[in-house]
Every structure is written in structure tokens, then in C-alpha cells.
């Protein structure tokens, strides 16, 4: 799923490397260059907002404006493409085709590809264990379900994968440290070439990286317990106030909090059901946001080989 990284401490957020602020291209630039500077403020603007909103709400669709970053990230590589089909890009970046920037670029191609097409697997694989968790509640609501055994199995498939997410985080930052100098005295045209894919370099990492970040949503740990989430849970009166709306949750917490509610002793029959049925509600939220993060994913992988696809044409002449 994620593979080819090294290992390293884990930062619930991803490092900032440039603060949001609008980029001012060379006098008279080309409309494409002019194009993805105006994408690439839009995404930084969405960058600054989502940290702040998230901060606030008391249940936050992390998910749902992780979606609208990647779709962000779409449009500026669709722009980015058009910019690499021009004559005049084309014929700059291959007089520099020798140049250590010009291989960092090709280099920064295909590295966002290999995590793009990891984060995706990973993605899918989280599909499959959150149906197979509600298919395991269905079951449960006909007494026809070992449910701590489907729980025990998502939460070891959570902690996996937050391990190896670790490592891509870690190869990640030490991508964005590496960026060669570029001379000063290139042409406009190809100073502005330069200057907006690494913008897009640095962009796409951070946008990346809330995305692995959110995908490694630690799953808390307890003590003695006959299931990894309850003791602290209850310990801390977090189930008591699964609906009070000081709890700052994303959708994978809100799932922690609904399930592990189901090991508290119930009253009745009927609580049990209304705790099944509100995990339930929970982990189909939950599934519609991986399918809208897996289809903008997917958008994006397609976008990604397609510049280095281009990159490489350019390189080839």
C-alpha cells in the first residue's frame, strides 16, 4: 500500500513551508502562467481556511474540505499541462534540459505520482474495511454478528496504517527540502515556468500531507479492556458526550466515538439499537467521504501522469 520511505516521528500536522500570500509573476507574463498563479492563490486562500474552520466546528467534514483541496489541485494541473504544451515552455526547458532544476522538477513528477498512487490503494483498502464494519453492524441488529471481532479488525487495519503513513510523511518533508537554486537570469517566460511549478511542488505536498495526516487519525489507546477503545473513552465522559458538540471530531473520530459507545453496557434492547443505528449513520458518512476522496484522487492521478508524460516528451527532444 504505502512503500518506499523511511522512518520518522509522527506531527499531527502537516509542516507549513511558505506563508499564504499571492504570488506576483514577471511583468507581461503568458495567460496560462497568469492562470495557474490565480489557482495556486485560490489554493492557499482554501489552505488558510481550512485550518481555521477546523479549529471551530464541533464536528468537522475534514474529509469534505480535504475533497475541495484535491479538486483545487486538479484545476491547477490542468493549467500546468497547457503550460507544458506551449512552444514556448517546451522550447526553454529543453535548452535547460541539463540543468540540476530541471532534473528536480522531472524528479518532484514522479515522486507526487508514487504518493499519490500509494494514498489511493490506501484509500480503497479503508473503503473495503468501513463496509465491512457496517455489513458486520447489519448483522448485529438480527443478533447474527461477533461485532468485537469486526471492530478489533478495523481498528488493527486503523493502527497499520497509520504506521506506514508515518514513513511517507517522513519521505514527504525530506522532498521538500531539496530543491536546487535556479539562475538568476533565465528569460521571464521560463523564470515564471519555474517559479509556478514549484509553487505547485510545494502546494501538492501540503495538501498531500492533510490528507495523510487525516487518514492516520490515531485510534485511542486503553487500558485493560476488552476492546481497544472504551476505557478512556469512558474514563474521559467522551461517549456521554458524543452529541454535545464540544467535541472537535473529524468523520474517522466520530466513528471511534459510535462504535466504541456499542461496548458500554446498555439498558435495553432498544439502546442497543439506537447506538448500532447511530454508528451506522457515522461509518456511512464516513464512507461517503473516502468515495468523494477517492474520486478526487483519481482525477488528480491522471493529471499527475500526464505531466510526466510531458515533462519527459520535452526532455526527450
Not at 121 to 149: C, P, Q, W
Request: hydrophobic share 40%.
Amino acid at each position: 500500500m504505502m512503500r518506499r520511505a523511511t522512518m520518522a516521528s509522527f506531527s499531527p500536522k502537516p509542516t507549513k513551508r511558505y506563508n499564504v500570500r499571492s504570488i506576483s509573476m514577471p511583468t507581461r507574463s503568458h495567460p496560462t502562467t497568469v492562470r495557474i498563479e490565480e489557482q495556486l492563490n485560490k489554493l492557499k486562500s482554501w489552505e488558510a481556511t481550512s485550518t481555521s474552520s477546523s479549529s471551530s466546528s464541533s464536528i468537522c467534514s475534514k474529509a469534505g474540505s480535504l475533497c475541495k483541496g484535491l479538486s483545487g489541485l486538479k484545476d491547477l494541473y490542468t493549467c500546468i499541462e497547457e503550460l507544458l504544451q506551449l512552444p514556448l515552455t517546451q522550447k526553454a526547458l529543453a535548452l535547460h534540459q541539463n540543468e540540476k532544476w530541471v532534473e528536480e522538477l522531472l524528479d518532484g513528477s514522479v515522486k507526487y505520482l508514487d504518493v499519490c498512487g500509494n494514498t489511493r490503494d490506501a484509500i480503497l483498502t479503508m473503503k473495503e474495511s468501513v463496509r465491512e464494519l457496517e455489513s458486520a453492524l447489519r448483522r448485529r441488529l438480527v443478533g447474527d454478528s461477533n461485532l468485537e471481532d469486526s471492530v478489533n479488525a478495523y481498528v488493527s487495519f486503523r493502527k497499520k496504517m497509520k504506521k506506514e503513513v508515518v514513513k511517507v510523511l517522513a519521505a514527504m518533508k525530506q522532498m521538500d527540502q531539496k530543491h536546487e537554486a535556479f539562475p538568476l537570469d533565465l528569460d521571464n517566460h521560463l523564470a515564471a515556468v519555474v517559479r509556478v511549478l514549484r509553487e505547485a511542488s510545494l502546494i501538492t505536498s501540503s495538501i498531500l500531507q492533510s490528507l495523510l495526516v487525516f487518514l492516520s487519525t490515531p485510534v485511542l489507546k486503553a487500558r485493560a479492556s476488552r476492546w481497544s477503545l472504551v476505557s478512556i473513552l469512558v474514563q474521559k465522559g467522551v461517549l456521554a458526550c458524543e452529541n454535545s458538540g464540544h467535541k472537535n471530531m473529524n468523520e474517522m473520530e466520530s466513528v471511534d466515538i459510535a462504535i466504541s459507545n456499542l461496548f458500554v453496557d446498555n439498558a435495553s434492547e432498544d439502546v442497543e439499537a439506537e447506538k448500532i443505528e447511530s454508528a451506522q449513520r457515522k461509518l456511512e458518512i464516513l464512507d461517503e467521504s473516502i468515495e468523494g476522496l477517492e474520486d478526487g484522487l483519481d482525477g488528480l492521478f491522471r493529471l499527475l501522469i500526464h505531466t510526466r508524460v510531458s515533462f519527459l516528451n520535452i526532455l526527450s527532444h
